[in-house]
């Protein structure tokens, strides 16, 4: 293996067939062996230790990974869900995203979006005017992959949301992914709430209003989660969508603003 180049490595951990955790890491050739390491004990941090772990390391060759910076991260404070999603609404709403589009999503991602009716193994792509679903399979939607934060601005984001309080390893993955997303072409907003039960937090962003935290965007025990992915269809060029989501590589070397939590009322 080439040491210069850098390396995508992707552990995924499953339990009697059923996905249980995942992450991702961007490194360079000396970084592999340790990176292999702290993702599997990722894995076998869980509760229970998973049936099945696979670790899955490919060169990135010649390939110069894009570079951006981390959106803004605030949180907004919220007493219950019906309150924090009728914020997370209004900001969507702001961020072009219609009230019958955001009214759906949030239908889907609370009764769990696959037809099956459980979670889904990615995200909803949806046309962010009418609400209707244009992920052609709607059981898997669309997974972003191929994005990390550099080993200076891994450091620099941990130290900056743990001055807000943050710590959990879940919030700077969660905005890793956000921060591509928002960029990607076409998109206009993204809603996500997590599908572990313990875990009630969720955020809506957007490169207009950066990264908004909820800490209570789902019941605690609710096992239903997802993202969805509002996208202006007049600019939308399905295939150049996918293709950055699942595997352009993106490196975070920036870190944005990382703001203290205020109320509703006060965000601007
Ligand atoms: N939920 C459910 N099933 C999942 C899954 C998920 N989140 N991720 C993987 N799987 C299962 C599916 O069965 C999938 O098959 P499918 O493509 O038909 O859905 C299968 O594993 C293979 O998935 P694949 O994406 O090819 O695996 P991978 O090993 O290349 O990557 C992840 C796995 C989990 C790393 C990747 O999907 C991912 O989610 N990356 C983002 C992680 C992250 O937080 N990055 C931030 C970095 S700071
Ligand atoms: P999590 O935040 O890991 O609990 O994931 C919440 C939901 O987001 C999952 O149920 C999937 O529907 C979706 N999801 C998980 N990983 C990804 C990903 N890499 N890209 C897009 N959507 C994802």
Not at 85 to 99: F, H, N
Not at 118 to 124: D, V
Not at 158 to 176: K, M, N, V, Y
Request: glycine share 8%.
């Amino acid at each position: 293996m080439n040491q210069k180049s850098l390396f995508s490595i992707r552990m995924r951990a499953s339990t009697g067939g059923k996905h249980v955790s995942g992450a991702e890491r961007i490194v360079s050739g000396e970084c592999i062996d340790v990176t292999v390491q702290e993702l599997v004990m990722r894995a076998r941090e869980k509760d229970r230790a998973p049936e099945q772990i696979v670790v899955t390391i490919d060169s990135l060759g010649d390939i110069l990974p894009r570079t951006l910076t981390a959106l803004d991260v605030v949180t907004l404070k919220s007493d219950d869900v019906k309150s924090a999603r009728s914020a997370a609404s209004r900001l969507l709403q702001t961020a072009g995203v219609s009230a019958h589009a955001t009214e759906v999503a949030i239908h889907h991602l609370s009764k769990g979006a696959a037809p099956s009716g459980g979670n889904m193994r990615g995200a909803i792509i949806m046309d962010s005017l009418s609400g209707e679903r244009l992920e052609s399979d709607q059981e898997r939607g669309i997974r972003v992959s191929r994005v990390d934060w550099s080993e200076d601005a891994s450091r620099k984001i941990q130290e900056h949301l743990s001055e807000i309080g943050l710590t959990h390893f879940r919030t700077r993955d969660a905005l890793a992914l956000a921060t591509k997303v928002a960029q990607a072409p076409g998109v206009v907003a993204e809603l996500c709430w997590s599908d572990e039960p313990d875990y009630p937090a969720g955020y809506i962003a957007s490169l207009r209003s950066g990264y908004v935290r909820f800490p209570t965007l789902k019941r605690r025990g609710d096992p239903k989660g997802g993202r969805v992915y509002f996208v202006d269809s007049n600019m939308l060029d399905m295939a150049e969508l996918i293709r950055y989501l699942q595997t352009e590589t993106v490196l975070i070397t920036d870190v944005g603003d990382c703001n203290p939590a205020i109320d509703p009322d006060a965000y601007v």
